[in-house]
Each structure stands twice: as structure tokens, then as C-alpha cells.
């Protein structure tokens, strides 16, 4: 739960992703130490129908497209990056579409 993270003493964070495709719409806490935020919203994997393959594909899917996210995000040259270009990049990483997975269910 985000409470953990807004509570006094609460860690320090530098960055926030919501994923959750509700959560584009909802209002996010105020973070302690005002971290980058961006919405890399994913479909809900829990809410695949069909049968069991299907759905464990869609959990594979979900983690391949996270995956690709972090990969791309710990590649930027954030030292080099000012806050504006950073808070630009990390939503277009957002809103990229991820590379179609090369396997079906």
C-alpha cells in the first residue's frame, strides 16, 4: 500500500511509477521529497479471461512490458538529464508501445 510511503520516517523516494491503468485517472498522494512521477499504465493482467494459458499469458505480458520500461528507464543518462527533459522522457516511456511479444498463449 502507498500509505507505507507517505507516512512520517517513511524511505525516501526518488522515483514513482503508477502502473495500474485506474490509477491514470485517480489522485496519487502528495510524496515526501516530491519524487518524478509518470504513469506507465499496464492492462490488469488478474482481469484476463480465457483459458488458463491465456491468462498466464497475460501475467507474462505484463512483465515483459515492465520489463522493457525499467530496461529503457535505467539506460537514461539521468546525470546529464535537467528535471524538465527527465520528467519528458520517463513519460514517453509511458506512453511507448512496447514491442509485441514474439509468443501466443
Known sequence: SW?????????ALDFVFT?????ADEVCPVWPGQP???HWGLPDPSMATGNEAERAFAFADAHRMLNQRIGI??????SSLDKLSLQR???EIGRAKSRPSSQKA
Open 3 to 11: 500509505e507505507e510511503f507517505t507516512a512520517p520516517n517513511a524511505p
Open 19 to 23: 502502473v495500474c491503468d485506474d490509477a
Open 36 to 38: 518524478m512521477t509518470a
Open 73 to 78: 528507464f535505467v539506460s537514461l543518462p539521468l
Open 89 to 91: 522522457r520517463l513519460d
